[in-house]
């Protein structure tokens, strides 16, 4: 089946030094390109993440310190990035949840200007999850009838997370091939920023979706708790979390 687009589709997965999206950094980024026409472009690169690669996570993708010490740093190739997937939609697996999130995470240190809000995102695993409960190796075995020879390589899940969406499309006759409804499928919550700390609730209102405040509307939360927006600034969450915050406090001081 060939996907029916209007824009270009971007399939990606990164390798990183960990799981935290706040702190970790990119390793590994492969993207393939897939165009409206079915042409297709890939590309993959090592990052310097500018830090040491934890053992476990080595262990994991099997790539070390001495692997990327030649390698650009993310800010170094941020710009190139960011012009190759401009005007395009995005799908991964689990890409909604970690992989957006920590590529925006990347593009706001290097200071390259991406609104990657405007864009489509395809979740390949919550489609599966929704369907099957599965991993991506188990996906691909189940949907593609293949053993997924070089999992945990950036550039081997990229090609797998494509073949299980095209197999998902055969699949499933109540699955559109249409961008806006596989991401609108792919999402849990319609999130306000990209960790999800801040979601649309029924009414379209931004709301918090943690801690004691969970539920409540953001601008309610900073009018009775003014102390609130000073320390989440302080606190550990993510740049992206943050620029969202003020943007929402900045908007309601101007409608004032």
Known sequence: MKLNLKNPLVFFDLETTGTNINSDRIVEICYLKVYPNGNEESKTMRINPGMPIPAEASAVHGIYDADVIDCPTFKEVARSIANDIEGCDLAGFNSNRFDIPVLAEEFLRAGVDIDLSRRKFIDVQVIFHKMEQRTLSAAYKFYCDKDLEDAHSAEGDTRATYEVLMAQLDRYPELKNDVAFLSDYSSFTKNVDFA???????????????????????????????GYYSWMLSSDFTLNTKAMLTKIRLREMTQK
């Open 196 to 226: 999800g700390r801040m979601v649309y609730n029924d009414q379209g209102v931004e709301v918090f979706n943690f801690g004691k405040y969970k539920g409540i509307p953001v601008m309610e939360v900073l009018h009775r708790d003014p």
